[in-house]
Nanobody, 120 residues
Framework: QVQLVESGGGLVQAGDSLSVSCAAS????????MAWFRQAPGKEREFVAA????????SYADSVKGRFTISRDNAKNTLYLQMNHLNPEDTALYYC?????????????WGQGTQVTVSP
């Protein structure tokens, strides 16, 4: 079992930057691929970014490529998402996820989410 707790969400203005974090516990984090997903009101949850267990491979949704950066610190059991040039379309509940085999979908372990709101 892996427990995930997100933090760092908030209210920002368009063009601002924000970083969210996900603290993991329960297992050796380096064994898990991890990812960020988001869900906006009235929309389905969507993939944002993924990172391999050793941190060497990443993948991004086209909508955030070049603006968001996913990273991890396995020594601290923490996953990060640095978000730059935010726009109102980035407003959503952001979730972190972990799984041994999943990449851009089908994750087994999920956090409760942290809200990111971007005002115009």
């Amino acid at each position: 079992q892996v427990q995930l707790v997100e933090s760092g969400g908030g209210l920002v203005q368009a063009g601002d930057s924000l970083s969210v974090s996900c603290a993991a516990s329960g297992r050796t984090l380096s064994a898990y691929n991890m990812a960020w997903f988001r869900q906006a009101p009235g929309k389905e949850r969507e993939f944002v970014a993924a990172i391999s267990g050793n941190g060497r491979t990443t993948s991004y949704a086209d909508s955030v490529k070049g603006r968001f950066t996913i990273s991890r610190d396995n020594a601290k059991n923490t996953l990060y998402l640095q978000m730059n040039h935010l726009n109102p379309e980035d407003t959503a509940l952001y979730y972190c996820a972990a799984d041994v085999r999943a990449w851009r979908s089908r994750y087994n372990y999920w956090g409760q989410g942290t809200q990111v709101t971007v005002s115009p």
